[in-house]
């Protein structure tokens, strides 16, 4: 016969038992939202620093300046757009520069009343007018889709080394004098050709794009 205290002892470890259980759960459930609350606090945190960023950009070109989030990407081989949260209703109007730190992101190129098409500098249907800094020798860099862009028109005879740093000419009239565009990945010398074969990488990584600057308008008294 099972004795009355051996029955009260295996229902203490039942009871002790369903109680782990349960507090397991509990545990297990704090331990989520903790994480949770923590993914939070580190979004946050990033967004708060990429916005410092932003502001820091945007006080050192001596611009009028809209911020504007990325909504959505187009990206093919060649074809790079994405599509920015504002809009006519905004001021933004076709052919003006967009930045992010550190340098160039691309120029509108089709405005609705409330979202945008900003086309990279990477599309195969981009040129910007850029210079090298080191020596000042001038070309213009043109989009290669997912392997960067390439500097075209330098000849043979020109200073140019992988390292050397690319930004905007001001010529053309599309984009200020002094952004950063992106560094000489690779230099060659065709045989048969006047022109060097230039690849550069942008600075930008468009992967991880998620807040813009678009240039309104240059700031009175700021050239």
Do not use: C
Request: glycine share 10%.
């Amino acid at each position: 016969h099972v004795s009355a205290k051996s029955v009260g002892n295996s229902w203490d470890r039942y009871v002790f038992l369903v109680g782990l259980v349960e507090e397991n759960k509990n545990l297990t459930k704090t331990i989520s939202e903790l994480e949770a609350e923590l993914l939070f606090y580190k979004e946050g945190r990033s967004e708060t620093q990429r916005l410092r960023k932003l502001l820091a950009l945007k006080e050192s070109l001596g611009y009028s300046s809209i911020a504007a989030h990325v909504i959505g990407k187009e990206q093919g081989a060649l074809s790079k757009t994405i599509i920015i949260d504002k809009g006519s209703f905004d001021g933004l109007k076709s052919g003006m520069p967009v930045v992010a730190p550190p340098g160039l992101v691309g120029r509108v190129v089709h405005v609705s009343w409330n979202v945008t098409k900003v086309l990279l500098i990477t599309d195969e249907n981009s040129n910007v007018d850029v210079l090298l800094d080191r020596t000042r020798v001038q070309g213009i860099f043109s989009g290669e889709g997912l392997r960067g862009g390439k500097l075209k028109y330098i000849t043979k005879n020109q200073d140019v080394i992988a390292g050397d740093v690319v930004m905007s000419s001001g010529m053309g009239g599309v984009f200020p004098k002094g952004l950063l565009v992106g560094q000489v990945r690779d230099v060659t010398k065709p045989d048969t050709e006047l022109f060097l074969n230039i690849s550069v990488t942008p600075y930008i990584d468009f992967s991880k794009l998620e807040v813009v600057l678009v240039l309104v308008s240059e700031e009175k008294g700021k050239k």
